[in-house]
């Protein structure tokens, strides 16, 4: 079965450094996203990209963010000049549609420690 | 009001007892709703999708009512396995682009006791 798959799945970073965080959407899906969950806290959307530019995105997705698709198939999220704040656990989606509707298909995530 | 509330719990039930979990949502123009799971530090999976003639899939009943804005999820029959977060999430037209977003509960809480 495909799945979206995601790198590493442990990054340990100082505080400042940047990080990029790597993701591989299910092939022929056309929505990607990215959240991010704080341990013990509730699953926070962060932006979704579609037809290679962001369609929407939060306001925790302010300019230390960015996103890209480099090519046909990788989707990373970069964050400059981490914060102490920005530990926690990132998740990759990517999205599919039928009848119930546009469903998200969720990577095993990357768990970001920032120190 | 949270955009998408839920009971946190946790819910503690016995094997093979029916648990029920309930979900309000705030924005009336949302278009789909959904059950996921979530086990510890893992990535949430979808459980079902919520229709609003109610659906079922093996011991799991899932309801809409878009009148109340309300979404229920059952569970017959627990298992130990069963254990887990169980996250409602609702995907609405953002005001801004028009795209959709989903948006999470903070998730229900469910420990199957042997």
């Known amino acids: 079965e495909p799945e979206v798959t995601q790198t590493p799945s442990h990054q340990v970073t100082q505080m400042g450094q940047e990080v990029i965080l790597r993701c591989v959407p299910i092939s022929n899906h056309l929505y990607f996203y990215w959240y991010r969950q704080i341990l013990g806290q509730k699953v926070e959307f962060l932006v979704s990209f579609y037809n290679n530019e962001i369609s929407e995105k939060s306001e925790i997705f302010d300019d230390q963010f960015s996103v890209e698709r480099p090519d046909g198939s990788n989707f990373t999220l970069k964050i400059r000049s981490t914060k102490l704040e920005d530990s926690a656990m990132y998740f990759c989606?990517?999205?599919?549609?039928?009848?119930?509707?546009?469903?998200?298909?969720f990577g095993s995530g990357t768990q970001l420690s920032v120190l | 009001r949270k955009e998408v509330e839920q009971d946190p719990g946790p819910f503690n039930v016995p094997e093979g007892a029916t648990v029920a979990f309930n979900c309000t949502y705030s924005n009336s123009a949302s278009q789909s709703f959904f059950w996921y799971r979530q086990d510890c530090r893992k990535e949430p999976k979808l459980l079902m999708s919520?229709?609003?003639s109610g659906n079922e899939d093996g011991r799991f009943t899932a309801q809409l009512n878009r009148a109340s804005q309300y979404i229920s999820l059952l569970i017959r029959d627990s298992k130990l396995s069963d254990s887990a977060t169980y996250l409602c999430v609702v995907n609405s037209k953002t005001s801004t682009s028009g795209t959709y977003k989903y948006i999470f509960g903070t998730g229900t809480r469910l420990k199957v006791l042997a």
């Open positions: 919520v229709y609003s």
């Open positions: 989606a990517s999205s599919d549609w039928d009848r119930g509707g546009e469903k998200l298909f």
